[in-house]
């Protein structure tokens, strides 16, 4: 059972905005902790898609956005892409169990 | 640019030992914090340990603590993770990662391969 809640899986239709939620408490993100956001497509290693809440790095499309707010984390992607199907997953820093910790992960499938 | 190269992966039986290496290049190694974050066959991102830009500061998970011991050479840009007492549910992939960010609020902006560790008798 993973500390940041994450559904297993979304789905949507090529050109369709999805989001992905990330569900988290107040010894995490409710406690002001950052929350970043990893891209995981088939087969390869974990990309940096969003930093500290909202920011994304150079190359990063802005049709992925990230909000947060109290307990909570979101992620959207707009215009779907064939490309963009893969995992994705939150992360932030919990101070009860003084580590960093991950969501389960949301595979997105594009139909 | 960043690269991350991990190496020392294997098939070990429970109760044994591994030590990964990662060797790191692209960026000023002895600047930054590293960490290890490991995913099992199928399954999701665990974070294992963290390493202080000096080596000084040693973090652990809670799954890890007491058998897994990260260090670093800043000398020869390179970390590592001793891992001892092994267990079927340490078989894993382990990325060694080159974090970012603010002190608890750290990302991971780069993510080596992945050393696979397999423990199996």
């Known amino acids: 059972q993973s500390v940041l809640t994450q559904p297993p899986s979304v789905s949507g239709a090529p050109g369709q905005r999805v989001t992905i939620s990330c569900a988290g408490s107040?010894?995490?993100?409710?406690?002001?902790?950052?929350v970043h956001w990893y891209q995981q497509l088939p087969g390869t290693v974990p990309k940096l898609l969003i930093y500290e809440n909202t920011n994304r790095p150079s190359g990063v499309p802005d049709r992925f956005s990230a909000s947060k707010s109290a307990t909570s984390a979101s992620l959207a992607i707009a215009g779907l892409q064939a490309e963009d199907e893969a995992d994705y997953y939150c992360h932030s820093y919990d101070k009860t169990l003084s580590a960093y910790v991950f969501g389960g992960g949301t595979k997105l499938t594009v139909l | 640019q960043v690269q991350l190269v991990e190496s020392g992966g294997g098939v070990v039986q429970p109760g044994g030992s591994l030590r990964l290496s990662c060797a790191a290049s692209g960026f000023s190694f002895s600047a930054y914090g590293m960490h290890w974050v490991r995913q099992a066959p199928g399954k999701g991102l665990e974070w294992v340990a963290s390493?202080?830009?000096?080596?000084?500061?040693?973090f652990y998970a809670d799954s890890v603590r007491g058998r897994f011991t990260i260090s670093r050479d800043n000398f020869k840009n390179t970390m590592y993770l001793q891992m001892n007492n092994l267990r079927t549910e340490d078989t894993a992939l382990y990325y060694c990662v080159k974090r970012e960010g603010r002190p608890n609020n750290r990302y991971f902006d780069y993510w080596g391969q992945g050393a696979l560790v397999t423990v199996s008798s």
């Open positions: 390493l202080s830009y000096d080596g000084n500061n040693k």
């Open positions: 107040n010894s995490n993100i409710g406690a002001g902790y950052d």
